[in-house]
């Protein structure tokens, strides 16, 4: 299926930097970071849970940091709980293990090596920023996470440009927000 957005770029609003965790589950999952720190794990106390085997009760910590010599920040992640002990089945990015990692854009992460999730880094206005968590929760009870990564890619690199493109859905050109009406 061939995914590609159409977004209508206000220019009056100020596009932020905002950071997005996509969750590959059953439903999947879209999580706005913006804490300093979340806890990932299958227990119910954690910020975010993962309640599949093989995640570790405490799995992972996301925590915000800030990027040398700049006016921003990004996430790390760590394997493991606070008091250091690392997951059973470790944290990946990218497709290799890590203990410790500062995250970019389109980073993909994998628990356990079962859970995958796939971080963004994006200038969004809140319209856009409305506009693409609308559009993932419309389509990700039809889309395959890994299958589209290309298309979510897409929508991204499109929320963050002043160029407008079109979204394809059924093979026919549909406007985003029409689509979003619909759902």
């Given at each position: 299926?061939?995914?590609?957005?159409?977004?209508?770029m206000n220019t009056n609003l100020n596009p932020t930097e905002r950071h997005i965790l996509l969750i590959e589950e059953h439903p999947s999952r879209v999580i706005l970071l913006d804490s300093e720190r979340y806890t990932i794990g299958r227990s119910n106390a954690n910020a975010i849970?993962?309640?599949r085997?093989?995640?570790?009760r405490e799995h992972a910590i996301l925590l915000k940091v800030q990027v040398p010599h700049e006016n921003r920040f990004t996430y790390r992640i760590i394997d493991g709980h606070s008091a250091g002990k690392p997951s059973t089945n470790g944290v990946f990015v990218n497709q290799r293990?890590?203990?410790c990692y500062n995250l970019s854009n389109e980073d993909v992460i994998t628990f356990g090596g079962l859970v995958k999730a796939f971080y963004i880094q994006a200038f969004m206005d809140e319209i856009q920023l409305s506009e693409y968590l609308n559009w993932f929760a419309?389509?990700?009870a039809t889309i395959e996470f890994s299958?589209?990564?290309a298309a979510i890619r897409q929508v991204e690199s499109d929320?963050?440009?002043d160029d407008s493109t079109s979204i394809m859905l059924g093979g026919r050109p549909v406007d985003l927000k029409e689509t979003l009406l619909i759902g």
């Open positions: 299926m061939e995914i590609v957005s159409k977004i209508t849970v993962l309640d085997y093989p995640i570790s293990q890590q203990s419309y389509n990700c299958e589209n990564l929320l963050s440009s």
